[in-house]
């Protein structure tokens, strides 16, 4: 239940005549070799792109990283952890939800009706909660401070305003079925259509004679009542937040396959405005918390970004070199 995609099988080579099969690693220090392989590259990478957010590689007795911050364990900041835990919006399992579909493979064409996201739904809401960790930043009513250890203790000056804008946020992630005043619930995410049949058959961009570029992470409609991997979760929290009048204040690109297309995600970037009227989708919640926020309601045209890398877990590390 941590949302977290599932890894089935490792395969590797083995030093065997040609023709022969693939040797499966299941000793337990063949999988030891293959992730420590797996498992130092890719954190240089984005330590390298990142270099203030990713604690530094080694054990670090005594300190906690929450969402960047780091919190040594000592007795005058555990309050300040506790402070920031619980002001992150958890969210998980629910039952008594409205019917969901899910197509059986066995039997054919047989539906079953699931009322509950009970033991299938936990990808699905760590990916809600880490958007509306992105959108509580991107409207500048951070769930923790920028230096956490030194102020977190302490209720905000905007204490109340934030409130504010958690309620309103919270309400598009309703367990509801009308996308319009729940353009985030598990509905929305999973009940995701096109009406181009191309959509779903390949996962290279298409670029329109304006400049802009489509998505490249494409899935097929999700069928409740399966375990998603953290790619498919991010493959639909892009075609959410890709929909106006969202998109008009955020832009939303996948790493694919964990490596980030520069030009690709440049000519996204460059894309022309969808012709929404710039203030993303959230009238309910007003003015920017803070002076120097943005939420796209200034009318420059800017748009924040919403970098997403999904990871296999099973490692407790980043590869470096990946």
């Known amino acids: 239940g941590m949302g977290i995609g599932l890894l089935r099988s490792l395969t590797g080579s083995s030093n065997k005549p040609q023709g022969s099969s693939p040797r499966v690693v299941t000793q337990h220090s063949d999988l030891k070799h293959l992730l420590h392989r797996l498992n130092g590259a890719y954190r240089e990478a984005l330590a390298h792109a990142l270099p203030h957010h990713l604690p530094k590689t080694g054990s670090q007795s005594g300190q906690v990283y929450l969402l960047g911050n780091c919190l040594s364990s000592d007795h005058l900041e555990e309050r300040s952890f506790r402070r920031l835990f619980g002001d992150i919006e958890h969210f998980t399992y629910r039952t008594g939800l409205s019917p969901m579909l899910r197509c059986e493979v066995e039997p054919e064409h047989h539906m079953k009706v699931l009322t509950s996201d009970v033991g299938w739904g936990c990808a699905v809401r760590s990916g809600q909660m880490m958007i509306m960790q992105v959108l509580r930043r991107h409207l500048g009513c951070e769930p923790y401070p920028s230096d ?40 929305s995410l999973l009940n995701i259509r096109s009406s181009d049949p191309s959509h779903f058959q390949s996962s290279s961009s298409s670029t329109s004679g304006s400049g802009s570029s489509r998505s490249r992470y494409r899935f097929p409609p999700w069928n409740p009542g399966c375990w998603f991997t953290t790619a498919q979760v991010c493959g639909m929290i892009v075609e959410c937040l890709q929909r106006p009048p969202i998109s008009a204040s955020l832009l939303a690109h996948v790493a694919d396959c964990g490596v980030l297309d520069d030009k ?59």
């Open 148 to 187: 956490a250890s030194a102020s977190a203790a302490q209720p905000t000056p905007h204490h109340g305003k934030h409130e504010k804008v958690k309620k309103s946020l919270l309400e598009k992630f309703l367990d509801i079925t009308d996308k319009q005043k729940a353009p985030l619930s598990i509905y």
């Open 264 to 322: 690709a995600l440049m000519d996204e970037c460059m894309g022309t405005d969808d012709g929404t009227d710039g203030n993303g989708g959230w009238e309910a919640v007003g003015e920017p918390v803070d002076g120097d926020s943005d939420n796209g309601e200034n009318g420059d045209g800017e748009r924040g970004l919403v970098l997403l890398v999904p990871r296999v877990t099973g490692s407790s590390k980043i590869e470096e070199k990946f």
